[in-house]
C-alpha cells in the first residue's frame, strides 16, 4: 500500500528564517529584537518599524552563502518531520531565494544533515507549490495553500487537505476550507482525521 504524500514548506514550519533574519538584524544593529516583536507575516521590517536602508542590508545578508544551511530549527520540527514521514511519503516544497547563488544547494544540506540523506533529498524547489500534487498540503503562507487548493480542485473535482502552520501564533483569518495547526501536536492530530 502506498503511503499518502504530505507536501511539507520548509521556512517557517521547520528553518526558522525569521530567528535568522532578527539574529542578523541584531547583530548588524546592537539592538535585542526578539521573535515575539514581529506579527505573523513575513514583513519584520514594517513590524519593526525599520528603517528601509536597514531592512535591505539584512535582507542582502539573507541572501548571502551560507544562510540556508545555518537556519536554526524550528522547536520541535525535527522529531515531528522524523515521525510523520515514516506515516506519510513526505516531500519538502520550498521556495528559494531567487539573490541567493547558494540556496538550493544550502537548503539541501540543511535537510540531509536533519533528515538524512533519503528523506532530505526528497525536495521540490519551486515558486509554483501549487504545480506539485499532493495529500495534504502544510505551510504557513495562507496565499499558497488557497492557490494550492483551487488549483487541485479544479483538476480533481474535490479539495486536498490543506492545512497553515502558524508558527505558534493564534490566527483568526485563515479562509474556509483550510484547517489551522498552531504547533506540531496541534498538526500531529489534525492529520489523523
Not at 510523520?84 to 528559494?96: G, K, M, P, R
Request: aromatic residues 10%.
Amino acid at each position: 500500500m502506498t503511503k499518502p504524500i504530505l507536501l511539507l514548506d520548509v521556512d517557517g514550519p521547520i528553518a526558522d528564517w525569521k530567528q535568522g533574519y532578527i539574529d542578523r538584524l541584531n547583530l548588524a544593529t546592537g539592538l535585542n529584537y526578539s521573535i515575539d516583536d514581529t506579527g505573523y507575516n513575513w514583513s519584520i521590517e514594517d513590524d519593526l518599524k525599520l528603517d528601509p536602508t536597514i531592512a535591505a542590508s539584512i535582507y542582502a545578508e539573507m541572501d548571502g552563502p551560507g544562510i540556508a544551511a545555518s537556519l536554526p530549527s524550528t522547536p520541535m520540527a525535527v522529531d515531528a518531520v522524523r515521525e510523520h514521514s515514516t506515516l506519510y511519503d513526505l516531500v519538502f516544497l520550498t521556495a528559494y531565494s531567487r539573490n541567493s547563488v547558494d540556496w538550493v544547494h544550502g537548503r539541501g544540506q540543511w535537510l540531509i544533515e536533519r533528515f538524512g540523506r533519503e528523506q532530505g533529498n526528497k525536495v521540490i524547489h519551486t515558486h509554483y507549490k501549487y504545480l506539485v500534487y499532493g495529500d495534504v498540503f502544510i505551510d504557513d503562507k495562507v496565499d499558497h495553500l488557497v492557490e494550492w487548493q483551487h488549483f487541485w480542485l479544479e483538476k480533481l473535482g474535490r479539495k486536498p487537505k490543506a492545512i497553515r502552520f502558524t508558527c505558534g501564533k493564534t490566527l483568526s483569518d485563515t479562509p474556509e476550507g483550510i484547517q489551522t495547526a498552531k504547533d506540531w501536536m496541534e498538526l500531529a492530530k489534525l492529520l489523523k482525521h
